[in-house]
């Protein structure tokens, strides 16, 4: 079996909500941007009063969400590989 066939096989046999996606597994935390866009849009949209500022407001939000996202990812990794080893084995 040659490769690309074995990578259609795959892509076929996958089970979403079960597996990682193919071909997603390394680029996977730049769906963040995407996600915090439509978020934003979908919320703005209800919310906005004047429609000449949705778009400012969208950009505002979007930032806002991948700014927390970042910053819980950093607290993260500092409570795991910096805080977490200095505490007692005991």
């Given at each position: 079996m040659t ?25 996977w935390w730049?769906?963040?941007?995407p996600?915090?866009?439509g978020?934003?849009m979908?919320?703005?949209?209800i919310?906005?009063h004047d ?6 407001d969208?950009a505002?939000?979007t930032?806002q969400?991948?700014?927390?996202i970042?910053?819980?990812?950093v607290?993260l990794?500092?409570?795991?590989l910096?805080?977490?080893p ?5």
């Amino acid at each position: 079996m040659t490769q690309s066939a074995a990578h259609l096989m795959s892509t076929l046999a996958w089970t979403p909500f079960l597996q990682p996606a193919p071909l997603v597994q390394v680029w996977w935390w730049l769906l963040v941007l995407p996600m915090a866009l439509g978020v934003a849009m979908s919320y703005k949209s209800i919310r906005t009063h004047d429609l000449a500022r949705w778009p400012r407001d969208v950009a505002w939000m979007t930032t806002q969400i991948v700014g927390v996202i970042v910053g819980i990812a950093v607290g993260l990794y500092l409570l795991v590989l910096v805080v977490l080893p200095l505490l007692p084995a005991e």
